[in-house]
């Protein structure tokens, strides 16, 4: 029975550490894992591989159930994302593939149309769903949610490391200036706008460590 498996949501703006903080928690409670901003990016790819309009909501919504996603985690190594049969993995984690996502999660459609995608990965033992409206949205009746906020300074820093370290040439003021816009589409857009869930447990992680964020949120599953 779906609605009697423990679904512990981890929602929060871009640069919060949900994503890493999420697996870890997952790997920590021999979890599923669900990154649902994974399945954004990855319809933002395919729509960029066929030279979609990102303003042609039709197109988008096709692309949508067009699309097949998969995800694989190796024991010893990050998740990848296949997309339409391709490793689209790096590509998803390019500013670009999050400015599409970003955009592509304001059409209705689209979001209706992954919702029983995302809702599917509920499966026993239990699941931590990371993303924007998983405690509000997707898993509503989830027994445990988490809200993860950082300053956008912060945020900010750490993508900038993270793209650094994988080769991408960006500046710490354009990636201000792109979460910043970020966080005013999301928080703005009519449909499932980013907040916290009423009854999450607020996280700010500014200034903390990984494990220590880590050591929180297990907290909130097993007080």
């Known amino acids: 029975m779906?609605?009697?498996?423990?679904?512990?949501?981890?929602?929060g703006p871009s640069g919060s550490g949900?994503?890493?903080?999420?697996?870890?928690v997952a790997r920590r409670l021999d979890w599923h894992y669900l990154d649902s901003g994974a399945l954004y990016r990855a319809i933002g790819v395919a729509a960029g591989w066929a030279d979609l309009d990102l303003d042609d909501a039709g197109a988008l919504v096709r692309c949508t159930f067009d699309?097949?996603?998969?995800?694989?985690?190796?024991?010893?190594?990050?998740?990848?994302?296949?997309?339409?049969?391709?490793?689209?993995?790096?590509?998803?984690?390019?500013?670009?593939?999050?400015?599409a996502a970003s955009a592509i999660a304001a059409i209705p459609e689209?979001?209706?149309?992954?919702?029983?995608?995302q809702r599917a990965f509920r499966r026993p033992p239990g699941l931590v769903a990371d993303g924007r409206d998983m405690g509000t949205v997707i898993f509503p009746d989830a027994p445990y949610k988490v809200f993860l906020t950082a300053?956008?300074?912060?945020r900010a820093e750490r993508?900038?490391?993270?793209?650094?370290?994988?080769?991408?040439?960006?500046?710490?003021?354009?990636?201000?200036?792109?979460?910043?816009?970020?966080?005013a589409r999301d928080a703005s857009r009519t449909v499932a706008p980013l907040r916290p869930a009423i009854d999450a447990v607020h996280i700010d992680t500014t200034g903390l460590g990984i494990e220590?964020?880590?050591?929180?949120?297990?907290?909130?599953v097993a007080p």
């Open 2 to 11: 779906p609605d009697t498996i423990p679904v512990l949501t981890i929602d």
């Open 212 to 220: 220590a964020v880590v050591g929180r949120v297990l907290a909130v």
């Open 110 to 117: 689209v979001r209706a149309a992954l919702k029983d995608r």
């Open 151 to 154: 300053s956008a300074e912060e």
């Open 67 to 99: 699309t097949e996603i998969g995800f694989q985690e190796p024991e010893d190594g990050d998740l990848r994302v296949i997309v339409n049969g391709h490793d689209a993995t790096d590509e998803l984690r390019t500013e670009t593939a999050g400015a």
């Open 159 to 183: 993508r900038y490391k993270q793209l650094k370290d994988k080769g991408v040439s960006v500046t710490m003021d354009g990636l201000l200036r792109e979460i910043l816009a970020r966080d």
């Open 18 to 24: 949900k994503g890493t903080i999420s697996r870890l």
